[in-house]
């Protein structure tokens, strides 16, 4: 079983930045496809972007040169760098886990991002 907890969220007036942070609880963070995925109220989740275990991201055109993901696997964390950030931002922010080959699925509890006009 692997943990992972979220930190970095917060309000922030559109136009601003935050970092968020996400922190597996064990180690093989490595073999792991990592994402940050985001839900607003009545919305579905929706991929915000991913980084393999290689190290190639992957991101949604919404957030497409505002967002950069990053992974430090001697950390075990992965990070998500917002800049510019728009009203439709706001959201509960997760981190995810993934392995297909082992048929590993993790998820964090959250975080929430408000975003000011």
């Known amino acids: 079983q692997v943990q992972l907890v979220e930190s970095g969220g917060g309000l922030v007036q559109a136009g601003g930045s935050l970092r968020l942070s996400c922190t597996a609880s064990r180690s093989f963070f490595s073999i792991y496809t990592m994402g940050w995925y985001r839900q607003a109220p009545g919305k579905q989740r929706e991929l915000v972007a991913d980084?393999?275990?290689?190290?190639?991201?992957n991101y949604a055109d919404s957030v497409r040169g505002r967002f950069t993901i990053s992974r430090d696997n001697a950390k075990n964390t992965m990070y998500l760098q917002m800049n510019s950030l728009k009203p439709e931002d706001t959201a509960v922010y997760y981190c995810?886990?993934?392995?297909?080959?082992?048929?590993?699925?993790?998820w964090g509890q959250g975080t929430q991002v408000t975003v000011s006009s």
């Open positions: 995810n886990a993934a392995n297909d080959y082992y048929r590993l699925n993790y």
């Open positions: 980084i393999s275990s290689g190290g190639r991201s």
